[in-house]
């Protein structure tokens, strides 16, 4: 009891710090969502598939090259004849990242569980330079 009494700061101070360490895991930061150079690690090595979760206007004015268009508020009836392969990476597409994270919720429940938004969406896709295409 002495020992907390006498050092009650420093026990403060590790609490607190690990309690920021904990946090993101807590809170779940960017689960499922990763760069647009983790995504293309993850198609050159792994064969990742890429689904842009737009509406088909906004896919047709460009998107990833390869990609395939399948709309948020479709996903659900489509993913499973789009990508059959339940086991590769499917990366989540939108143009800025918040349609695909809650994309990957719902392929996560169609089965994909390496189901992963890439942050940022096309935005960030195209301020790394990576290739688009138009329809």
């Known amino acids: 009891m002495k020992f907390i009494v006498d050092n009650w700061m420093l026990i403060l101070i590790a609490l607190s710090s690990g309690g920021m360490l904990a946090w993101p895991m807590v809170r779940g930061a960017n689960a499922g969502s990763l760069t647009a ?15 842009d979760v737009r509406e088909p206007e906004e896919f047709a ?9 399948v709309p948020l508020n479709q996903l659900e009836q489509k993913l499973a004849a ?6 590769l990476p499917l990366l989540l597409v939108c143009a800025t990242g918040a ?7 719902t392929a996560k429940k169609l089965g994909y569980e390496q189901a992963q938004a890439v942050a940022g969406g096309l935005k960030s896709w195209k301020e790394a330079n990576l290739p688009v295409e138009k329809a």
């Open 37 to 51: 150079q983790g995504a293309v690690q993850l198609i050159n090595r792994e064969r990742a598939v890429v689904v």
């Open 99 to 105: 349609r695909a994270q809650r994309a990957v919720a």
């Open 61 to 69: 004015a460009g998107h990833v090259t390869g990609a395939k268009n």
């Open 82 to 87: 789009t990508v059959k392969n339940k086991s």
